[in-house]
């Protein structure tokens, strides 16, 4: 698929007669996927719960694509919030059962290092799920490739998400989260790796690029609290701008203690409410589970960490 390309939004049009009173904007959702990765909702649609939620920003982060951004930016153009292009790559973590997840902005589509290391991924992606649909025959799990494809609405973005969703349709999981414990979480049994790179690859990808790299959600890591402030010096050490403390899922606590962390190591404290739609119910557009507000200072943060 050719990258795809999209002007540069500004915060809002300027206001025209006729147009009913501006919404008093002062929050951002800095994660967000679409149905081009594991989403259940269109680009289109992510941008206008964006807009309803007040949030004067939205970045589209689906994972190794950029597909659903001019969709996404047409719909910001409409209703006059920004869009930022963006994405998320998962990366090597040494951790037994952790996870490592960096967030990338800023990103155009027009070409770049980091957007061509996308598309390695993207192929990389399609040999997994190669491997993860004969694992699933092999365990004899209700989720054909034919099922699995038509939930993630073709062959490109499909994920595990779209698997568990299957798998729990057809009878074999009670929710996605259950399917993710008992088949496809890291260490089960119908898990398949795919090829990975680091995070400090990616971040110093997103530089070259003139972009930045943040690392998502950093609980995902399962690093006790010393590993972790060791992890997060290496990787602002590597060129990464941001720590994702405002994670819609964090409770106030956590949010402050990864704040100071970030602060520790002057990394932009940012967020997201990761929402997935139906894959992940409980999560909405700039609320995250009713309390997320992300500043919209951290936007203006990561923009200076830019390269020219």
Do not use: W
Not at 83 to 95: K, M, N, Y
Not at 228 to 246: D, K, S
Not at 271 to 292: N, P
């Amino acid at each position: 698929m050719p990258s795809p390309h999209f002007p540069q939004l500004s915060p809002a049009r300027p206001a025209c007669p006729g147009d009913p009173p501006a919404t008093v904007r002062s929050v951002i959702d800095l994660h967000t996927h679409s149905r081009c990765s594991d989403g259940t909702e269109p680009p289109e649609r992510v941008v206008e719960l964006a807009a309803a939620a007040g949030c004067s920003a939205v970045a589209l982060t689906d994972h190794d694509t950029l597909a659903g951004l001019p969709a996404a930016a047409a719909a910001a153009e409409r209703l006059g919030i920004r869009l930022v292009g963006g994405c998320e790559v998962s990366c090597a973590t040494d951790a037994p059962s952790g996870s490592a997840h960096v967030l990338c902005y800023f990103l155009d589509g027009t070409g770049s290092p980091l957007e061509d290391e996308l598309a390695r991924l993207r192929a990389d992606r399609a040999e997994r799920n190669a491997a993860l649909f004969a694992r699933l025959a092999e365990l004899g799990l209700p989720a054909t490739e034919d099922e699995v494809r038509a939930e993630a609405g073709g062959s490109d973005g499909i994920g595990r998400p779209h698997v568990a969703a299957v798998l729990v349709r057809n009878g074999a999981a009670r929710s996605v989260d259950d399917a993710f414990a008992r088949f496809l979480a890291k260490g089960a049994p119908a898990y398949v790796g795919k090829a990975r790179v680091t995070v400090e690859h990616v971040a110093r990808l997103a530089l070259a690029s003139g972009a930045v790299a943040t690392l998502a959600h950093p609980g995902s890591l399962g690093l006790a609290d010393g590993q972790l402030e060791a992890t997060v010096a290496r990787f602002a050490a590597a060129g990464l701008a941001g720590l994702e403390c405002h994670y819609g899922r964090y409770d106030p606590a956590r949010r402050a203690h990864l704040a100071a962390l970030a602060a520790r190591h002057r990394l932009v404290a940012t967020g997201g409410s990761d929402f997935h739609g139906g894959y992940k119910a409980d999560l909405a557009v700039g609320t995250g589970t009713g309390d997320l507000s992300v500043p919209d200072a951290a936007l203006a943060e990561l923009e200076g960490r830019r390269r020219s």
